[in-house]
T-cell receptor
Framework: EPEVTQTPSHQVTQMGQEVILRCVPISNHLYFYWYRQILGQKVEFLVSFYNNEISEKSEIFDDQFSVERPDGSNFTLKIRSTKLEDSAMYFC???????????FGSGTRLTVV | SQQGEEDPQALSIQEGENATMNCSYKTSINNLQWYRQNSGRGLVHLILIRSNEREKHSGRLRVTLDTSKKSSSLLITASRAADTASYFCATEAAGNKLTFGGGTRVLVKP
């Protein structure tokens, strides 16, 4: 069964450093997303991406965050200057058609120290 | 309560028993989805029910949706130890994003 692949599975970074989280969505999917889950809290929407541009973003997704689809397969989330409160599990997801459910990756656990 | 709240927060049952968990939400939705998350792992899509549907089945899963009460339930029949996980409801309204609830932690004891 097709999977959404995320790398790395765990990243530790120092506060103030830039991090790039990588995702390979399912190949025929057109809609891409990033969500995050702070330990013990709800899964929160960050951003959706379609047709090479952001279609929606949450309040969390401020100027420190950016997304990119640099080629036909990768979808990346960049955090420009990490803060302690950015520590969370970050999930990438993709969907083929709106309203049909999402396929999530296994997540990247980001720890900012 | 916020959009997508599960009840109970935790559930402990014996293998073979049924597990029922509920989800309430506040705004109009296009669909409601249930996901499973094993500890520290990714979210696995279980089932999607559209706002014009009332009940849906998938294997041992049964989902109901009552839009008049803004609530949904997930029933897992004949539970197995492998069903131990957290279960989340997520609503999708206008705009293609999910709003998740806090989840129900299910422990199935062998």
């Amino acid at each position: 069964e097709p999977e959404v692949t995320q790398t790395p599975s765990h990243q530790v970074t120092q506060m103030g450093q830039e991090v790039i989280l990588r995702c390979v969505p399912i190949s025929n999917h057109l809609y891409f997303y990033w969500y995050r889950q702070i330990l013990g809290q709800k899964v929160e929407f960050l951003v959706s991406f379609y047709n090479n541009e952001i279609s929606e973003k949450s309040e969390i997704f401020d100027d420190q965050f950016s997304v990119e689809r640099p080629d036909g397969s990768n979808f990346t989330l960049k955090i420009r200057s990490t803060k302690l409160e950015d520590s969370a599990m970050y999930f990438c997801a993709s969907s083929e058609i709106l309203g049909t459910g999402y396929t999530f990756g296994s997540g990247t656990r980001l720890t900012v120290v | 309560s916020q959009q997508g709240e599960e009840d109970p927060q935790a559930l402990s049952i014996q293998e073979g028993e049924n597990a029922t968990m509920n989800c309430s939400y506040k705004t109009s939705i296009n669909n409601l989805q249930w996901y499973r998350q094993n500890s520290g792992r990714g979210l696995v899509h279980l089932i999607l029910i559209r706002s014009n549907e009332r009940e849906k089945h998938s294997g041992r899963l049964r989902v109901t949706l009552d839009t008049s009460k803004k609530s949904s339930s997930l029933l897992i029949t004949a539970s197995r130890a492998a069903d131990t996980a957290s279960y989340f409801c997520a609503t999708e309204a206008a705009g293609n994003k999910l709003t998740f609830g806090g989840g129900t932690r299910v422990l199935v004891k062998p």
